[in-house]
């Protein structure tokens, strides 16, 4: 019987919190996560196709943007590095999407295209304050997840 209160007083403090009134942040808070069925690391340098056989993806690096504070040099944000990658899927029109590396104020930074998530987890070389990086010299390695059904 004690179990039953409980679960019941926790259920009742759930709906307060989350209903009537309350912002939508507290909503979405408790929204579980998307289940991953697969995830798959490539990194994409310009002039090259990588093709992810098993998913029929192909993807291709276009360009770059980089904004991020070079090493030794005080910024006044971290700043954020984006790509643009075509995606080409099998049997449907290839799109062009633009991801990013994480960056501050919770910045949009992932796409998701037919069941599967992108995210940059990281655009090398750094930015130098020698010089502007070519998108030849670019190296971005880039998440993939396929979202469960």
Known sequence: ???????????????????????????????????????????????????????SLSLRLLDF?????????????????TVTILLTQTGEPSVTLVIATPAPKDLPGGASFNGFRFSLQALEPSPTVKGAISLDQVRATVLIEKIQK
């Not at 943007?65 to 700043?79: I, L, N, Y």
């Open 65 to 81: 943007k980089d904004s991020r504070c070079p090493p030794g040099v005080q910024c006044m944000w971290a700043g954020q590095a």
């Open 1 to 55: 019987m004690f179990r039953i209160q409980s679960f019941l007083l926790c259920a009742a403090m759930i709906a307060q919190d989350t209903g009537g009134g309350g912002d939508a942040h507290a909503q979405n808070s408790l929204a579980l996560p998307d289940a991953v069925a697969s995830s798959y690391v490539l990194t994409l340098q310009a002039a090259s196709t990588l093709r992810l056989a098993q998913e």
